[in-house]
């Protein structure tokens, strides 16, 4: 950590989310570098740095393991929220380096340039399925929300096309 009286305010390791949050987490260290498909980069919330809000940094790494699934759920937050997903090829920055499905309120896209998605508070989003991954791709999210929760209807955590074996096909 930074000294000083802002120091505080500089994250440069990964932190545990609060327990509040419903985002699912592992520390990097933990996966051997062989198995890494994503890595939990940094992580801030209000729990994290009072006044906070929810922020995620991610890389995304090429595996072997085929597609996978990030988010399986379709859900809505009570704040707003920008996702990007941001090609490493610096010869090409506008190039993904691969393959990630993003659904917004029922559509289905697929994304292979570098982009920002703008999310409206209650708009409903997911699931995302990283597709296909062939250089690294940095993710991001930023909520306005203090914490990161997700609301979901239980028509869609009941509903099988979001069942895993169906959005893999």
């Not at 570098?33 to 729990?47: F, M, V």
């Not at 809000?53 to 790494?61: A, P």
């Not at 920055?93 to 896209?109: N, Q, R, V």
Request: aromatic share 8%; proline share 9%.
């Amino acid at each position: 950590m930074q000294d000083g009286k802002y120091g505080k305010y500089i994250i440069e390791e990964m932190r545990t989310p609060s327990k509040l949050s419903v985002s699912r987490r592992t520390d990097p260290t933990d996966v051997p570098p062989k198995q890494r498909g994503r890595i939990q980069l940094l992580y801030l919330d209000k729990e994290t740095v009072p006044g906070g809000t929810y922020t995620e940094c991610v890389w995304i790494m090429p595996s072997t393991r085929g597609p996978g699934l990030a988010e399986p759920l379709p859900h809505y937050h009570d704040f707003d929220e920008v996702v990007s997903f941001i090609g490493s090829d610096l010869d090409d920055p506008w190039d993904l380096g691969g393959e990630i499905e993003f659904w917004i309120e029922g559509e289905k896209h697929l994304l292979t340039r570098s982009c920002l998605i703008c999310l409206p508070k209650g708009t409903k989003h997911c699931p995302l399925i990283i597709r296909k991954v062939n250089k690294p791709i940095y993710h991001a999210a930023v909520g306005t929300g203090g914490i990161y929760l997700q609301n979901i209807d239980e028509k869609d955590r009941n509903d099988p096309k979001y069942k895993p074996e169906n959005l893999l096909k």
